[in-house]
């Protein structure tokens, strides 16, 4: 079992920046691709940015490339949401996600493991 606890969502106004943060319970990242995902309200969940259990590649939206950056500390199982030059329709709920042994990084349908999700909201 995987718990995913996500924080740094908030309130910023469009061209702003924010982190968002999600701690992972036990040594999941030599097993489990991670990613992040978003739901804006009305719309589908999709994938926002992600890295496979395999080691090395990390992966986009195209929506977001350039401007967000996924990144990881093994030592605090933790992974990180760098999201700069927000636009008003990046605005979520952003949720990090655990696939154990996944290979579908962009799928909703591979992973097992879902955070609560943090709410992001950019005014313009």
């Known amino acids: 079992q995987v718990q995913l606890v996500e924080s740094g969502g908030g309130l910023v106004q469009a061209g702003g920046s924010l982190r968002l943060s999600c701690a992972a319970s036990?040594?999941?990242?030599?097993?489990?691709?991670m990613a992040w995902f978003r739901q804006a309200p009305g719309k589908e969940r999709e994938f926002v940015a992600g890295?496979?259990?395999?080691?090395?590649?990390?992966y986009y939206a195209d929506s977001v490339k350039g401007r967000f950056t996924i990144s990881r500390d093994n030592a605090k199982n933790t992974i990180y949401l760098q999201m700069n030059s927000l636009k008003p329709e990046d605005a979520a709920v952003y949720s990090c996600?655990?696939?154990?042994?996944?290979?579908?990084?962009?799928?909703?349908?591979?992973?097992?493991?879902w955070g609560q999700g943090t709410q992001v909201t950019v005014s313009s």
């Open positions: 996600a655990a696939a154990y042994l996944g290979d579908r990084v962009y799928s909703t349908y591979e992973y097992d493991y």
């Open positions: 036990g040594r999941t990242f030599s097993t489990h691709t």
């Open positions: 890295f496979s259990w395999r080691g090395g590649s990390t």
